[in-house]
T-cell receptor, first 112, second 116 residues
Framework: DAGVTQSPTHLIKTRGQQVTLRCSPKSGHDTVSWYQQALGQGPQFIFQYYEEEERQRGNFPDRFSGHQFPNYSSELNVNALLLGDSALYLC???????????FGSGTRLTVV | AQSVTQLDSQVPVFEEAPVELRCNYSSSVSVYLFWYVQYPNQGLQLLLKYLSGSTLVESINGFEAEFNKSQTSFHLRKPSVHISDTAEYFCAVSLNYGGSQGNLIFGKGTKLSVKP
C-alpha cells in the first residue's frame, strides 16, 4: 500500500520564478493538506483540499495556490518566489472518516 | 487561537536512560493531540495520538504520552532510549470539530540526541 508520494524531492529556483509541487495521497485518502517547514521550525499549515476545493487556509499570501484533481492528487503552486520561500514542503493526506494525517517525505525547495 | 509550546529545543541523553519531551498547548476548544517524529531528510511519521478515552497512549516502539487536561500538557516519555531514537520530535494539535479533525498546529520541535 503506497503512502503519500511527493515530487520532485529537490528543486532549485530563482527569485521571481514560479514552481509547482505535486502530491499523490495515500490509497483511501481523499483530503490533501500542504505544510511549509522552514529550517529549524515546525511545519506550518498552508491549505487543505477536499472534493477539489480549498476548504481551509493558513496565513499564507495569495502567491500560494493549489489544486486537487478528481483522483485526489494535488498540486501546490507558488508564484513570484522569494528567498524566504526556501523550505521543505510537506504534503499530508487524510480521510474525512478517520483521524490523523499521513505525511510524504517532502520537497526541498531552495530559492536563490 | 491555538498554540503548541515545546519547552526544550534540544534534549541530549545517554543510551538506555529515560527521557521526557515536554509539550504544552493552548486552546479554548476540544483538541486532538499528536506526536510526530522526523528523521534527517525525511517527512513526518506519526508516533502516537490522543483522540479520546484513556489519557495514556502508547506507541509500538516504547514511547508513551499522557494527556493532562488540567495542565494542558501532552508530554512524551520513554523509559529507556536507543541510539536509533535520535530524531526531531514534534507535538501537534488539531481542533475537534464535533468529531471531525482540523488542520495540524505544530510546536517548533525538540531534537533528541541519544549518545552511547
Amino acid at each position: 500500500d503506497a503512502g503519500v508520494t511527493q515530487s520532485p524531492t529537490h528543486l532549485i529556483k530563482t527569485r521571481g520564478q514560479q514552481v509547482t509541487l505535486r502530491c499523490s495521497p495515500k490509497s483511501g485518502h481523499d483530503t490533501v493538506s500542504w505544510y511549509q517547514q522552514a529550517l529549524g521550525q515546525g511545519p506550518q499549515f498552508i491549505f487543505q483540499y477536499y472534493e477539489e476545493e480549498e476548504r481551509q487556509r493558513g496565513n499564507f499570501p495569495d502567491r500560494f495556490s493549489g489544486h486537487q484533481f478528481p483522483n485526489y492528487s494535488s498540486e501546490l503552486n507558488v508564484n513570484a518566489l522569494l528567498l524566504g520561500d526556501s523550505a521543505l514542503y510537506l504534503c499530508a493526506s487524510s480521510s474525512r472518516e478517520g483521524y490523523g494525517y499521513t505525511f510524504g517525505s517532502g520537497t526541498r525547495l531552495t530559492v536563490v | 487561537a491555538q498554540s503548541v509550546t515545546q519547552l526544550d529545543s534540544q534534549v541530549p541523553v545517554f543510551e538506555e536512560a529515560p527521557v521526557e519531551l515536554r509539550c504544552n498547548y493552548s486552546s479554548s476548544v476540544s483538541v486532538y493531540l499528536f506526536w510526530y517524529v522526523q528523521y534527517p531528510n525525511q517527512g513526518l511519521q506519526l508516533l502516537l495520538k490522543y483522540l479520546s478515552g484513556s489519557t495514556l497512549v502508547e506507541s509500538i516502539n516504547g514511547f508513551e504520552a499522557e494527556f493532562n487536561k488540567s495542565q494542558t500538557s501532552f508530554h512524551l516519555r520513554k523509559p529507556s532510549v536507543h541510539i536509533s531514537d535520535t530524531a526531531e520530535y514534534f507535538c501537534a494539535v488539531s481542533l475537534n470539530y464535533g468529531g471531525s479533525q482540523g488542520n495540524l498546529i505544530f510546536g517548533k520541535g525538540t531534537k533528541l540526541s541519544v549518545k552511547p
